[in-house]
């Protein structure tokens, strides 16, 4: 059974720091791109990271490039997103999947493998 479970979001002050992790069971990580989504109150879902099962570079969302860091321990089969001087505007429920889409790196980028899993979600909140 495939299953991606998210944890570590929090209440935190602006400029504040947080660590999201996403356990993954029922496919290695090292194998697949692994997305980080987010979702804002009435707004729709953006990907805001993808770190690829290849040896190019991770992408991230101009909003988040320079601040947030995806990294993967295939060790735990777990992907975590480090997340660095956090706005307001960061606040959402941020959610992995098993895909990566979005306005990451130059352009839209996709990354699909006919395997559309996610997690539930964790919830960060930004104080200003």
Not at 75 to 102: F, I, R, W
Not at 104 to 112: K, P, T
Request: hydrophobic share 30%.
């Amino acid at each position: 059974e495939v299953q991606l479970v998210e944890s570590g979001g929090a209440l935190v002050q602006a400029g504040g720091s947080l660590r999201l992790s996403c356990a993954v069971s029922g496919f290695s990580v090292a194998d697949y791109a692994i997305g980080w989504f987010r979702q804002a109150p009435g707004q729709e879902r953006e990907g805001v990271s993808c770190i690829r099962d290849t040896d190019d570079p991770t992408l991230y969302s101009d909003s988040v490039r320079g601040r947030f860091t995806a990294s993967r321990d295939t060790a735990k089969n777990t992907v975590h997103l480090q997340m660095n001087n956090l706005k307001p505007e960061d606040t959402a429920v941020y959610y992995c999947a098993s895909l990566c889409n979005g306005y990451l790196g130059d352009g839209y980028y996709n990354r699909y493998y006919g395997m559309d899993y996610w997690g539930k979600g964790t919830l960060v909140n930004v104080s200003s």
